[in-house]
């Protein structure tokens, strides 16, 4: 019975930790766009990201990711961003939907991030200009 109860109390708490990466990421998403910090946002991509900026949109290497976001985010003087809605799909999948405000204009601003081989890992990148 205990060695049971051990078991349950182990596998809550890794579900939790999991769930918990997950919000970690989510929650360093804002701070990260507000302030152009590209790498910040690039350690939790995955081995490939599909990234969009406009009508542009391809699927690249973590490295190149960063470095195309590192550039869009860096062609703006002052940035603000702010989560509109996030939420978990079917699958598990977890995403945010922003508001990227720039001297510019505004951009909508989806994120998706997918565990995979149990990590949580940013998958894709949207901006729409609004």
Do not use: W
């Amino acid at each position: 019975m205990k060695v049971l109860r051990s078991l349950f109390i182990f596998i809550f708490c890794l579900l939790l930790f999991n769930q918990l990466k997950a919000q970690d990421i989510i929650s360093s998403i804002p701070g990260a766009i507000k302030t152009a910090n590209a790498s910040a946002i690039a350690k939790n991509f995955d081995k490939r990201v599909d990234i969009t900026i406009d009508e542009n949109a391809d699927n690249y290497s973590s490295e190149q990711a960063e470095m195309i976001l590192k550039s869009f985010l860096g062609k703006f003087s002052s940035r603000d961003f702010s989560i509109v809605h996030k939420g978990v799909s079917k699958d598990g999948a977890q995403y945010i939907i922003g508001s990227l405000k720039t001297n510019a204009g505004s951009y909508r601003t989806y994120v998706y991030i997918k565990k995979s081989d149990g990590v949580n890992y940013t998958q894709e990148i949207r901006f729409e200009k609004e």
